[in-house]
Every structure is written in structure tokens, then in C-alpha cells.
């Protein structure tokens, strides 16, 4: 049995959406900016598609955005609303410090381009606290990009209450929602942001496409250019059959919400109980709500996340110990550290997030055969240490 | 042989995906989904292979190291990347930038928003048969300058610019030369060394690709190329682009490349062939055709022609179970005329009346028959009501007539 249990880092597609951009890749072939057949065509599959993305998040169709993926919408509400805003003097960007890299790394760069940047550092619950929101807060302000689910250890942020504040001073609100669509109910409105990410391979699309939603009026300077395409916000042949296969993806995400989420939820709580209870000294990092139904984070005393994985591997568990980007570099994870965990902590924890074709037989397997791995990695530590 | 209708000739806005390709990509569309970056697990290696795979096969198409190869998202990613990357990387050398008037928009538009932030660019001129000429850009070359950017081939008239001179002079000037060479690679020979490019941009989608997936050539030695990121993050692709890799899309891409390889040198012989035909058999029926830019540094699938004396739309909806192009897929929604063929010299109206032919992988002789018999019928049927054919057939000089019109 092959367990599949980073589901974070990207999902299988459902097979409706293979099949649908099987069936695209045949059938609509033409370029969506041509005025002839094969590209009203396309045209028509894209604007299909941009509704059901659309109502997947309370959104209009008008403004969502298709970009490249999580990453490249990230990249572009930042810069693109940064460099919007900039002629009016604000020139300084909050962010939490538990973000994505995309997130991070984009204020790094804006950074060196002599922008002001502000990391808010989170309480151990793994929540950031709208009072340090407000401390951080100044009249330069022009952003403030905060996660809607972490992506290590799933707490869903209070993303509501830190818009009312930004917008309180006159800033924009970004949220990146890649990791918590699909998996809890995503409402631009309810959660009254401007500009909301989201990636189509982290909810059973494919891999290559993502949206921006820019809220109606907000104003923003495309970061790639050359084209009038999505109504000259993002220059690029689209990507159609990718386009099409987001669009199933989304519609299957709202139709199964509900019964999904708390069938991943029992899973999940069923393997973290398991976890906790069969191997000792193990905790879980962040609190346990509010949190995506899918994803746990546990820290196992004495034992190097990077053997335990291998270990795992070699039983056909795959699991990782934070984001694919940073996997293989024995960098301790940023939001483990953000959140004030001891250094042993954040080399020993590891990320399980479950989805579309988890079942409870690899849950159980889980639970077998952790303790035995871990009581054995323990014992070589033991050794080396007395040696 | 009955004729599938519509038949589709604009090979230049977008190809379909060659069967074969679509298939080396469906594994990775069911068991093979991992992440690329996964390095703990061997969903993520299999993924990653794939991927090295994919690089290997599209550096051997354009004389590259697989090193050498950063995955985009398309083309415009891959212009935006080169331009906005080296400009920024560079800025202390210098701010000034020379393209050309018939880039693809991805090109100039880029190069306008560089204006915007200080930068200098000159848009060199070009030739009515649509190539620069290569004293006036060494005219331009400053001791500011960065970056040259010179497509390869032109996306409306399949011009072929002079690459490997340009090449040679950006080197000896210590300057960096990026090329869009979208329409080019996979359909005439292209390798970076022999051209000296520095950087090309290429689209999986214009060789039998998938959308959504390009590739940015980026010089390693002699010298070594460094760009500043436009798409922070995890620091993918030797962190020049970040983002989750496209895993089908590259396995699709690779996989094009090598068909591209393996087929060049026939297909483009029998594709200059078709359009050859249809050429000589559209001047046998019709007079009046003006061929925009040159016929002998062309690609071998493209013809570009005005239909004088007709009118532009009414052309296109004479043909319309014929697909092709007045212009660049990507501005032909608007009513502006093509402002490549206005920069050959070509008045409004000629302009308009232009059709791009994009001859490709599945053009047959039949088509081509199909498609040269009812542009004759429809070109002849519009000039019967053209009081403008009429009069230019009885031998007056049409830019010599005084037009009356109503003094409001």
C-alpha cells in the first residue's frame, strides 16, 4: 500500500477535470484572443470556467484574474497593488511571518526596491493576533497580506477581523487562499478582502493555473505584460484546457464541500488521536482550531524529522515536514520558528495533510507503524549519544 | 477526400497538441501527480524526473544545456522575464534597451513600462521587407546600453531577422541579446551558440505543446546571465522563477520538442511547399496582391498578403469557415490595423485587408486548394461591388483623386 498523505504540497486530479481537459486539449485548440471559431470557442470554455470559479468563492466572474498559479497570483496582487498605490506615498507592507515564500520572498524583493516591510509574528497557536496587526499598522501602509490556512500546520486566520483593520487605515487586504479552498467555505465578502489567491493543483485541478480575485474598482498594475488579455490585467495566451479543468475543479469543490471537509476531518482527528496516543512524547504544533479539516503538524521528542520521513518513505508513507518549496534544504520551517516553538521542535515535526483518496485503511497503517519507526530512530540516537 | 470544415490555418496564434505528445503527458494527468519540489518522496521524484527529462529534450532542440532551460508559464512570461529581469539585474551598467517596432506586444509593451521607470529604449525601424537594418543598430548602441531584444521571426508576417549578425554584434559590444523566438524554434533551424543569443523565449503551445507552458533560454557561460526574478517564491528554477512546476505541461512540452527535432527539416519542406502553392496559385487567380515583408528570409509556413480593393471584414466574413488571421491572435479583437504592417510602410487599408496564413502539422494540398479557391471567389465577388477596383482597372490613380466630403 502506497499512502499518499501530502495533499499540501499538491492533490491528483479528480477525474472529471482529466477527463475535461483531456477532452479540451482535443477539442478546443485555438487561441482565445482569435476572432474566428476555434477561438470564440475557447473563449466561451474560459468564460465557463471564470463563472464557476466565481461562485466557488461568492465572487463576480468579472473579477477573477487566471494566472500561471498560487505562486504568480501572489507575486501579482503584491506588486501589482504596491505599484498601483506607490504615487500616493504609501510605501510600507505588512505581512505575517508565517506566510508562503511567495509571499515572503516578493516583500523581500519589494524590500530592496525601498519599500518598507513589516512580519507579524504569531503566538504559538499558530494565529496571528489582530492586536499586533493594529501595533504594526501606520499611516504609510499599503498592504496587508495575510494567509487564510497555513500551509504547514492548517490554522485558519482571522482574516475578517485583520481586513477591518487594514481597511481602518486605508490599506488594501490581501489573503492567499490556496490552502484553504476546497477544503472550508471561502467567501470573498464574508471575509472582506480586495485581493484573495487561489491555485487549481491544490484542490484537485491541474497543476499551471491558479487566479487573482481583484475586488470590483480595486486599482492594479499588471505584472505581466504584453496583450490585452483578462481585460488587460494579465497579458498571455490563456491556458484553456488547464482554464476548463479549474473550472470542474471548483464546481466539484462547492458541490462537496460539506461532506468532504468533515470526512477529512474524522480521518484527520482520527490519525492525529492515533498518533498521539500510540507514540509518546509527540504534540501537535498549532492549536487544533480553527484549522483546515485536513492537516496535522506533529512534533516527535528526539527523533530528526528527516529520518523519520526516510523511514517512512521506505514503509510507501509519503508525508513531508513543511512546504515542498523549502523540502530537502534541513531548514527549519519558518512557521514553526514564527510561532516561537524551540529549536528541537522545529527540527523534529512533520506535516500529514489528507485529501480526495485518503482512506481510513492508510490511516490506519499510519498509526501501525509510526510507533515502531519511532521507537527505533530513538533508540539509535540513544546509541550515538552514549558512544 | 470530403474537407473538414472549418479548416484551421492560423498555426501561428496557437497549434494543437500533436496526439502524440498528449499522450506522453496523461500519466502525469492520473498516477504520477507528485510535486517537483517533493524531495522526500518518490511521488515528488518521479515528478521531478519527468521534469529533467522534459529540459534535456527541449536544451537538445536549441543547441542548449538542459541547465540553461527556466520554465515559464508561456512566451509573455518568458519576454517579461528576459526584459523586466535584465533590466533590473543590470540597472548599475546602464538603462538603455534596443528592440524593434514589429516585436510581439510582449516585447514592446515590456520595454514601454521600462520607460515608465526610467529606462531608454529605442524601437529600431524596419525595412519594407520587414528586417532592421544592421548599421542603424549598431547606430544605437551606447555605452548605456544593456540589452538588445530582436525576435527571430516575426509573428504576422514570418519575417526572419538577421539574428546571428545581431548576435555578433551585441557580443563584440559586451551586450546581452534576448530573441522571442516563439515562432521560429521547432520550425527553422535555431541554436543558441551558432546565433550567440544570450536569451530566448519559446512557447510550447506555438510547437504542438500545451498552453500555459514556455521556457526562457538563459546563457550560463561566456557569460553567465543572471535575472532578477519578476515571480518570487520557493525559489524554483535555480530561483529565477518560482512557482510549482508544471509537471504535464513540461512532460508535454519535452516531448513537442523532440517531435519538433526528429520532423524539422521534412516539415518545413513540405510545408514551404503547400504555402509555395498557395501562393502561386492565389497570384494566378487574382491580381493586385501586395505580399507583406520579405519572401526570402520568411518562415516557411507563413504568407502574408493585402487583398487590394477589399475590404478587410467583409474579407473575413466571406472566408469565415476558413480560420485565419488579420494579425497577431493576441491584438486581433481590436479594429486598430496591424501596427506591423503599418511599420513596413503599408497604408490603413491594405492593412486591413491583410490575411496571415499559418500553415501547419495537419495542412493538407486540399486545403490549401479549398482555402486559395474561395479567397479567389470571395476577393473577385467583393471587387465586382468595388467602385474602387473599377475605377483603379479603368487606370485612374486612386491617391491622386480629390474625396468630397460633407463640410459638417
Known sequence: ?387 | MAIKLPIYMDYHATTPVDPRVLETMLPYFSTEFGNAASRNHPFGWAAEEAVDKARKQIADLIGANAKEIVFTSGATESDNLAIKGAAEMYREKGNHIITCVTEHKAVIDTCKRLEKEGYRVTYLPVHKDGRISLDELKAAISDKTILITIMMANNEIGVLQPIGEIGAIAKEKGILFHTDAVQAVGKVPFNVNDLKVDMASISAHKMYGPKGVGALYVRRRNPRVLLAPIIDGGGHERGMRSGTLNVPGIVGFGKAAELCRQDMATESERLRGLRDYLNEKLHKNLDELYINGSMEHRLPHNLNISFAYVEGESLLMGINDVAVSSGSACTSASLEPSYVLKALGAGDDLAHSSIRFGLGRWTTKEEVDYVADKLTNVVSRLRDMSPLYELAKEGVDLSTMQWQTEGH
Open chain 1, 1 to 387: 500500500m502506497r499512502v499518499y498523505f501530502d495533499y499540501n504540497a499538491t492533490t491528483p486530479l479528480a477525474t472529471e477535470v482529466r477527463d475535461a481537459i483531456v477532452r479540451a486539449m482535443d477539442d478546443v485548440y485555438g487561441n482565445a484572443s482569435s476572432v474566428h471559431h476555434f477561438g470564440q470557442q475557447a473563449k466561451a470554455a474560459i468564460d465557463d470556467a471564470r463563472s464557476a470559479v466565481a461562485a466557488l468563492i461568492n465572487a463576480d466572474a468579472s473579477e477573477i484574474v487566471f494566472t500561471s498559479g498560487g505562486t504568480e497570483s501572489d507575486n501579482f496582487a503584491i506588486r501589482g497593488a504596491a505599484e498601483a498605490i506607490e504615487p500616493t506615498g504609501r510605501r510600507h507592507l505588512i505581512a505575517s511571518a508565517i506566510e508562503h515564500e511567495a509571499v515572503l520572498n516578493t516583500l523581500k524583493a519589494l524590500s530592496r526596491r525601498g519599500w518598507q516591510t513589516t512580519l507579524l509574528a504569531v503566538e504559538q497557536s499558530g494565529i496571528v493576533s489582530p492586536d499586533r496587526l493594529r501595533e504594526a499598522m501606520t499611516k504609510e501602509t499599503a498592504l496587508v497580506s495575510v494567509m487564510h490556512a497555513n500551509n504547514e500546520i492548517g490554522t485558519v486566520q482571522p482574516i475578517a477581523e485583520l481586513a477591518e483593520i487594514a481597511h481602518a487605515n486605508g490599506a488594501l487586504m490581501h489573503t492567499d487562499a490556496v490552502q484553504s479552498l476546497g477544503k472550508i467555505a471561502v467567501d470573498v465578502r464574508a471575509l472582506g478582502v480586495d485581493l484573495l489567491s487561489l491555485s487549481a493543483h491544490k484542490f484537485n485541478g491541474p497543476k499551471g493555473t491558479g487566479a487573482l480575485w481583484i475586488k470590483r474598482g480595486t486599482r492594479m498594475m499588471p505584472t505581466m505584460t504584453g496583450g490585452k488579455h483578462e481585460r488587460n490585467r494579465r497579458a498571455g495566451t490563456e491556458n484553456v484546457p488547464a482554464i476548463v479543468g479549474l473550472g470542474i475543479a471548483a464546481r466539484l469543490a462547492v458541490n462537496k464541500l460539506t461532506s468532504e471537509s468533515d470526512r477529512l476531518a474524522r480521518l484527520r482527528d482520527r490519525l492525529e488521536d492515533g498518533i498521539l496516543q500510540g507514540v509518546g512524547g509527540t504534540a501537535i504544533n498549532g492549536v487544533r482550531s480553527p484549522r483546515v479539516p485536513n492537516t496535522t503538524n506533529i512534533s516527535f521528542d528526539r527523533v530528526e524529522a528527516e529520518s523519520l520521513l526516510i523511514a517512512l518513505d521506505l514503509e510507501g508513507i509519503a508525508v513531508s515536514t513543511g512546504s515542498a518549496c523549502s523540502s530537502g534544504t534541513l531548514e527549519p520551517s519558518h512557521v514553526l520558528r514564527a510561532m516561537g516553538l524551540p529549536a528541537h521542535r522545529t527540527q523534529n515535526s512533520l506535516r500529514f495533510s489528507l485529501g480526495s483518496l485518503s482512506t481510513d485503511e492508510e490511516v490506519d497503517r499510519v498509526i501501525e507503524v509510526l510507533p515502531r519507526l519511532v521507537e527505533k530512530l530513538r533508540g539509535l540516537t540513544r546509541k550515538t549519544v552514549s558512544a
